[in-house]
């Protein structure tokens, strides 16, 4: 660790996938995931946050928070009150990226109402029903939220002209009768539960990248899935990554873009200098390891301090 104090500093954690049920298996029914000892890791995590001095600016929780289980046995409320009680536990704001397992338990409508959409998402000029937004945690400094299931059959009205557009996509794509099937697919990621970038969004997300250059701020983005390949498999990617990436490279603000889905995790430097951090997720990580972190920013870097399956890493810019 530095000598010097850094700027400022925050929590990152993704797919904590809560259910109050048995241990299970992940589809090819090798990889055991651990339902309801996500929730004790996550308690772990605030504790050990709590305890950190100088105190965490804010946590990202990158999505994924309750498992899609919930949906089936009507209990999503309660197990989003259980994962947000803890979280509530720090005294500090926490951001949340929506992920498929957010849009297998609530519609849209419902997450907007939700403690899942922060207040910060009604500033001014943010695309309208989606989860992106941005906000300055320090002098110099941005946050962006972005929505990659903005574009997505998940959480969307069967009728409404975005799902109609986006099973389009889909369809076009992924000739499969089941449309989470990958197999076969020449570009794999083209799966339900994927999603992608909207258009309006991928404006948005320009101007917001125009003013952070312009104003010399360095910029963390944060959205549930990978966007560059080398950070990722090939199933996990957002539909249109390349449109986010594009968006990035033509900027010089951004440090590094975190994730979460790809429940390994990943990490590369991409050819712009840009670290893509995917975080490994609480709910395949067995009970007496963890997976979460610490970002500490300071005038030159972020190091990023990882717990349990997270690995370290320092984000030079
Ligand atoms: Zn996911």
């Known amino acids: 660790m530095e000598a010097a104090p850094p700027l400022f500093s925050f929590g990152v954690i993704t797919d904590i996938q809560y259910a109050d049920a048995e241990d299970g298996?992940?589809?090819?029914?090798?990889?055991r995931r651990y339902y309801r000892q996500s929730l004790q890791l996550l308690r772990d995590a605030v504790e050990a946050w709590a305890a950190e001095k100088p105190p965490l600016a804010f946590v990202l929780q990158l999505g994924d928070s309750i498992d899609g289980l919930n949906a089936g046995g009507g209990t999503a409320e309660a197990a989003l009150e259980r994962v947000l009680e803890?979280?509530?536990?720090?005294?500090?704001?926490v951001h949340h990226a929506w992920g498929n397992h957010e849009l297998y338990n609530f519609s849209r409508a419902r997450l907007l109402r939700s403690s899942l959409h922060g207040s910060a998402a009604a500033s001014a000029g943010t695309p309208a029903a989606c989860q992106a937004y941005h906000f300055s945690p320090a002098a110099r400094f941005r946050v962006v939220v972005l929505d990659a299931y903005d574009l997505s059959i998940l959480g969307r009205?069967?009728?409404?002209?975005?799902?109609?557009?986006?099973?389009?996509l889909l369809r076009e794509k992924n000739p499969n009768?089941?449309?989470?099937?990958?197999?076969?697919?020449?570009?794999?990621?083209?799966?339900?539960f994927n999603g992608g970038f909207s258009q309006a969004q991928l404006d948005w997300f320009n101007e917001?990248?125009?003013?952070?250059?312009?104003?010399?701020?360095?910029?963390?983005?944060?959205?549930?899935?990978?966007?560059?390949?080398?950070?990722?498999?090939?199933?996990?990617?957002?539909?249109?990554?390349?449109?986010?990436?594009?968006?990035?490279?033509?900027?010089?603000?951004?440090?590094?873009?975190?994730?979460g889905h790809l429940h390994d995790?990943?990490?590369?430097?991409?050819?712009?200098?840009?670290?893509?951090?995917?975080?490994?997720?609480?709910?395949?990580?067995p009970p007496e390891s963890n997976a979460f972190g610490t970002i500490y920013v300071y005038e030159d870097k972020m190091i990023l301090r990882g717990r349990g399956r997270i690995s370290d890493r320092i984000m030079t810019f």
């Open 86 to 93: 803890v979280l509530g536990r720090l005294p500090v704001p």
């Open 265 to 285: 995790g990943g990490y590369c430097l991409d050819s712009h200098g840009v670290h893509h951090v995917t975080l490994a997720a609480i709910i395949e990580t």
């Open 177 to 192: 009768d089941n449309l989470n099937n990958p197999e076969g697919l020449e570009e794999p990621r083209f799966v339900e």
């Open 157 to 168: 009205e069967p009728g409404s002209p975005r799902y109609q557009e986006s099973l389009r």
């Open 208 to 259: 917001v990248l125009k003013f952070s250059d312009e104003n010399q701020e360095k910029v963390v983005v944060m959205g549930h899935l990978p966007i560059h390949p080398e950070a990722s498999n090939a199933v996990c990617l957002a539909w249109n990554y390349e449109d986010a990436l594009s968006v990035i490279h033509s900027h010089q603000c951004v440090v590094c873009f975190l994730a």
């Open 25 to 31: 298996y992940d589809f090819e029914g090798c990889r």
